[in-house]
Every structure is written in C-alpha cells, then in structure tokens.
C-alpha cells in the first residue's frame, strides 16, 4: 500500500486541478481564437535598429495565425539608453547597462483600445577591447528586443482573450 502513495497523490493533485478553470492561452494552435487575434494586427514601422528589431520579433511572433485582414494597428515608441557606471580611479567605465523600454498602443480605427509598456535592461561589462564592447551592446540590444517582443505579444494574446470572453 506503501508503494502506491505517491501514484494516489499524483491522481489526486490531477483531479484538483482539473476543475481550477485555467484554459491555454493558445488553445489549438495557430488556428486559435487567440492566434487569429494577433494576425489581425499590423505593426507600424519604428526608427532605428532598435525598431526594426523590435519589429520584426514582434510580427515574427504573431504571423502564426496567418495573414488575415488587418484590423489593429500597433504603434510602438522605443527609448534606448546605455549608461556606464562602475568607473575606475583613472575614469574609465568598467560596467554599461543597456535598457530599452517600449511604450505600445494598439488602435482600432481611431480608438487606442489598449496603452501599456514593457521594458527590459542588461548589463555589459566594459573590456580592453573596443570591438568585444560594442559586439557586447550589439548582442545586449538583440536579447532585449527579443524580450520586448515577448512582453508585447502576451499582453496583446491576454487584451485578445480578455476582448473574446467580453463578447
């Protein structure tokens, strides 16, 4: 009987949670209520490198449902700062932090039905070598546009199934 206890607690947590009400966000796939939400959205163009990689991860992650017709518009504005702290007697600064913040509406003709944030930082260690640094803050902007990217398409999927459950 001993033997068998952990196999009833397993069975037991599993029937619990059965019944909490939690329901996948991407239920069925790119074919999903959720996935063919955010296909119906158009991401406006953003300045700059920072842009164009936040851009692009943010319609890469929203193409799985397709290309229906475009509803929303996405505007995002991006703030991209890199500060040195950490400096040494001499001046030199030993340690760069990268932060790129992102303020997005999503609009409905002339409605923002939706106005939030997301945001992210990283930090770069400073070297003798001058190219290690600037690769360092190159690769610290992709990982944060990715991250950016992350954030905004999960509280556009929680606006699309929050709306969905409305109507």
Not at 58 to 82: F, N, T
Not at 143 to 151: C, M
Request: hydrophobic share 45%; net charge neutral.
């Amino acid at each position: 009987m001993i033997r068998h206890a952990p196999l009833a607690g397993l069975l037991l947590a599993a029937a619990a949670l059965s019944g909490c009400g939690l329901r996948p966000l991407y239920a069925d796939g790119g074919k999903g209520s959720v996935a063919q939400s955010l296909s119906q959205i158009e991401v406006a163009p953003i300045p700059g490198q920072a842009g164009w990689l936040v851009r692009n991860a943010v319609s890469d992650r929203m193409a799985a449902g397709g290309s229906g017709e475009k509803r929303y518009r996405l505007e995002i504005e991006l703030d991209d700062q890199l500060t040195g702290f950490g400096v040494r007697r001499d001046n030199a600064v030993t340690r760069e932090r990268r932060t790129l913040r992102a303020r997005y509406r999503l609009v409905d003709g002339a409605t923002v039905v939706l106005d939030a944030t997301a945001g992210s930082d990283a930090g770069i260690d400073v070297v003798s070598s001058e190219y290690a640094t600037i690769a360092a803050e190159q690769t610290a902007l992709e990982n944060l546009a990715q991250q950016i990217a992350d954030q905004i398409v999960t509280r556009l999927a929680l606006y699309a199934k929050r709306t969905q459950a409305e109507q």
